[in-house]
């Protein structure tokens, strides 16, 4: 295969990755409505009815997760009008939004029902912790020295590389289980760069790895002549990395966080060990490379839709907290796993609309 590169490079959106965003959120969502119930489905891939619960869990973790973030990246490539400056302001916004979400999320619940879920005076750490916002913003300052460097392409490509080759060996260097000091607002503060046990959800190390990979998938996207060939080279190595991966994992019993999230009880999906996040970045190219072929096939048929479901996704991922976290009082007695099912639909559907609501007030 040769590698063709193109002088003019290319700003229009991206099908496949307008289908991966899609996928992301709406099994963010999913995945968020089921935690609430996750009490009763703890052992619900060995019940009869478990092919809901096995989906969210799977889509839920890397597709979402991992594509969310990827995304992130690739987009950030893509941005031919943002500015440091702009970059910087988005970072403080990104921040602001970490404590609404943190408060929805983690605190509200408590406050509303303290018997089930514990009040705001047990557990006010969680102001400053637990979501995906500390990374993004941390990730914006990445951003914000891209485009800094935005007419030095080699300096990009090397930082890029060596950013995540930085990342990956940190992951090797620091227990995949965490360490606690003790004192959980100490903890909840380290957890934003490294894993902490439960005071973190999506740490610097190894999380960054993926707004990286995608950024710098990005730039060379934008540069690659031919999009099946990419798409090809991305099945190849997604191929290639997810088989080699998963054949580690299960022969030397290593936790397997990175395929079956939420189906392990010795680490969390979130606690990447270094296999788990080879085979990660592996699931993301062969995502991006299926997606690819769906979109051909489709011919252009799901592009409106998907574009400007896209377009929204950060919208509806600050949205959606409105409808999941009053509901974690209801899914706490939610005893099947269709019905969890049906209840994500539907607040699925009702954050989309209230985000298309929103933007026509707003326009």
Not at 193 to 219: C, D, E, K, T
Request: contains cysteine.
């Amino acid at each position: 295969m040769v590698l063709k590169m193109s002088n003019t490079k290319k700003t229009t959106r991206v099908p496949e990755i307008e289908l991966m965003k899609a996928i992301a959120i709406i099994a963010m969502v999913m995945v968020h409505v089921l935690e609430g119930s996750l009490n009763v489905f703890e052992n619900a891939w060995e019940l009869p009815g478990s092919i809901p619960y096995t989906l969210i869990e799977f889509f839920g973790g890397i597709p979402a997760a991992g594509v969310f973030t990827f995304a992130m990246g690739w987009g950030a490539a893509f941005s031919d009008r943002s500015t440091p400056i702009s970059y910087l302001k988005r970072a403080f916004k990104l921040g602001l939004l970490l404590f609404y979400v943190n408060f929805v999320y983690a605190i509200l619940p408590g406050l509303l029902d303290p018997a089930d879920f514990g009040a705001f005076s047990e557990h006010p750490y969680a102001i400053i912790g637990f979501n995906i916002y500390s990374l993004a913003t941390i990730c914006m300052l990445f951003f914000a020295l891209m485009k800094k460097l935005a007419d030095k392409p080699a300096a990009r490509a090397v930082i890029c590389l060596a950013v995540v080759v930085a990342i990956f060996a940190a992951s090797i260097l620091v227990p995949a289980e965490g360490v606690t000091s003790g004192n959980p607002w100490i903890d909840t503060l380290i957890g934003i760069f490294v894993r902490q046990n439960h005071y973190s959800w999506f740490p610097l190390v190894p999380w960054a790895i993926f707004p990286v990979m995608g950024y710098g998938f990005g730039l060379l996207y934008r540069r690659w002549e031919d999009r099946k060939r990419f798409a090809l080279a991305s099945l190849g190595i997604g191929a290639v990395v997810v088989g080699v991966s998963q054949a580690v994992i299960i022969t030397s019993g290593m936790p397997n966080a990175s395929m079956n999230p939420g189906w392990v009880t010795e680490i969390d999906y979130y606690a990447l060990t270094p296999w788990n996040i080879v085979c990660a970045c592996g699931m993301v190219c062969l995502e991006m490379a299926i997606a690819f072929g769906i979109m051909t096939l489709a011919g252009g048929k799901l592009h409106p839709v998907l574009s400007d479901l896209s377009k929204n996704v950060m919208e509806m991922f600050v949205a959606h907290w409105i409808f999941v976290s009053p509901l974690y009082l209801l899914l706490i007695h939610v005893t099947s796993i269709w019905i969890n099912a049906a209840i994500g639909i539907v607040v699925f559907v009702l954050t989309y609309a209230v985000v298309r609501l929103w933007n026509k007030v707003r326009n």
